[in-house]
């Protein structure tokens, strides 16, 4: 089976929200959040990610509901580990949840989720959301030892954080690669699904195609960006077109 791809649309609603802030379910705000899901669909995505962030800078509460019901495929819900966007998950029920660190003056997830450091925190929202039937992903820096923590806490998946590759030098990108490389043999290794996310293009992404046992790419600015000059479903497209090639090994 191929590499999957989830489409991240926080950028849509981050464009709806320059003009819309105030209201944001006008029958005439656009861009419409739905209509980027389908579009992402069409081009093959294969599930739609939003960031519900504490500060709402892009997805809003009612998109949550509005998505969950109207996109026809797997929803990813990204959120901080916060006893308010934890209500809203048990509500909406997504199909993943994917925990990141939040930090509000940051302009995207900077960095992976610490679950070694805040295990005790992060056990029983891990355990909540698996008690709802949602599959509970951790957003992590490619370290050994955040591989492990996020096993030990009851985690289902683990989502490496590719934003130090897609950021290095060329000199740098095989130290990084080698991270990548022994924290998805790792996590394999103790029974953890392997995602990646952060920063991908189909610029950079060929050179992730050694990272073995890789199942699902997070992807957002860069196809929300390219859709801006060719439509969302060809952006996909194109992405997808070059994952093909990932072999698995
Ligand atoms: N994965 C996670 C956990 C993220 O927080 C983000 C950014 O919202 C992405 C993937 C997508 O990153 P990018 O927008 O750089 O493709």
């Not at 969950?68 to 509500?91: K, S």
């Not at 925190?121 to 955040?146: H, K, M, N, W, Y």
Request: charged content about 25%.
């Amino acid at each position: 089976m191929g590499l999957k791809l989830g489409v991240n649309i926080d950028h849509v609603a981050t464009l709806r929200q320059a003009r819309y802030a105030s209201m944001p379910d006008w029958p005439g705000a656009e861009p419409v959040l739905l209509e980027a899901a389908n579009a992402a669909l069409r081009g093959g995505a294969d599930s739609i990610t939003i960031h519900l962030r504490e500060d709402r800078r892009h997805i809003q509460d009612r998109d949550v509901g509005v998505i969950r019901e109207g996109a026809a495929c797997p929803l990813n819900l990204e959120m901080g580990n916060t006893a308010e966007i934890l209500e809203i998950a048990v509500r909406w029920k997504p199909d993943f949840v994917c925990l990141v660190p939040e930090n509000r003056a940051e302009v995207t997830t900077e960095g992976g989720l610490d679950v070694a450091g805040q295990a005790e925190e992060l056990r029983p929202t891990v355990a909540r959301l698996r008690d709802c039937g949602i599959l509970v992903s951790l957003f992590i820096d490619p370290e050994i030892e955040q591989v492990r923590a996020s096993r030990e806490i009851g985690g289902d998946i683990v989502e490496l954080h590719t934003g130090a590759y897609a950021q290095a030098s060329v000199g740098a990108r095989e130290t990084e690669i080698s991270r990548l490389r022994a924290a998805a043999i790792e996590a394999q290794a103790v029974g953890l699904q392997v995602n990646a996310g952060h920063g991908i293009t189909t610029g950079n992404v060929r050179g992730l195609f050694s990272v073995p046992h890789l199942i699902e790419f997070n992807i957002g600015h860069h196809l929300v960006s390219r859709a801006l000059l060719i439509g969302l479903e060809q952006a996909v497209r194109e992405m997808m077109e070059v994952m093909r090639e990932y072999s698995g090994d």
